[in-house]
């Protein structure tokens, strides 16, 4: 492996793990509110959530970048930030991999919410605690397997992104090339050697992450 083929595995193990806290951070609340909400509007903002997983990479990637450009409304507010555009670079890729990987967090969340039910909230509530309380004592220990399914397969997903961290953050050494846009250029290079090496990585990390993963919520089905 060489020089750049670590780098990218650094650049890629950090917008990952960037990526994966700021979604149990930001999203946690949005689940919250799926999860437990009556209101009408909740079948339209899961529909919004649920966009990128039916969207092509690259629709979602197009319209990042045209946001982000120097016209875009994202561009604008940068500028006028007295900062450059968003595009081609980190931060950009950690704002696109954010919106791209939002419903494998939100949704596994937000469904171990609603499976705990309105019983043990009221019954927190009776016994005087408040919101913050009820949350922590006892949604998120009943609700801890949807959590930990969330940070998982944020990551991994993250991880695995090509098409719309191909178009956001193009494929600059060291600032924006990640380990599947690496990939692709070692297979345009037919370098088929090194694109082995580091394909033969991605599969051993998915199923070092989504075998203990499912083998903690079934232990008695993995394996005959």
Do not use: C, K
């Not at 990128?52 to 990042?64: E, M």
């Not at 006028?80 to 704002?95: C, D, R, Y």
């Not at 082995?196 to 989504?210: A, D, P």
Request: hydrophobic fraction near 55%; charged fraction near 10%.
């Amino acid at each position: 492996m060489t020089e750049s083929d670590f780098a990218a595995i650094t650049l890629t193990i950090t917008l990952a793990t960037t990526v994966t806290v700021l979604l149990m951070l930001g999203g946690t609340p949005l689940a919250l509110w799926l999860g437990r909400s009556p209101s009408r509007w909740a079948g339209v903002v899961n529909a919004l959530v649920t966009l990128p997983l039916v969207l092509p990479p690259t629709v979602i990637g197009f319209y990042l970048l045209i946001a982000m450009g120097p016209d875009g409304p994202i561009g604008r507010i940068t500028s006028w930030m007295g900062l450059t555009t968003l595009a081609f670079s980190f931060p950009g890729l950690v704002m696109a991999s954010l919106i791209y990987s939002l419903p494998f967090v939100v949704q596994p969340i937000s469904n171990a919410i609603a499976s705990v039910g309105d019983r043990p909230v009221e019954v927190a509530a009776t016994l005087g605690a408040g919101p913050v309380d009820r949350f922590f004592t006892v949604i998120m220990p009943l609700a801890w397997r949807g959590f930990l399914t969330a940070a998982v397969l944020g990551f991994a997903h993250t991880v695995g992104e090509f098409g719309i961290v191909l178009m956001i953050g193009g494929n600059i050494p060291g600032e924006t090339q990640v380990i599947s846009v690496l990939i692709f250029e070692h297979v345009e290079a037919l370098d088929y050697a090194s694109a082995h090496i580091l394909s033969g990585l991605m599969i051993v990390f998915s199923l070092i992450v989504l075998i203990p993963l499912y083998w903690r919520a079934n232990p008695g089905r993995l394996l005959p």
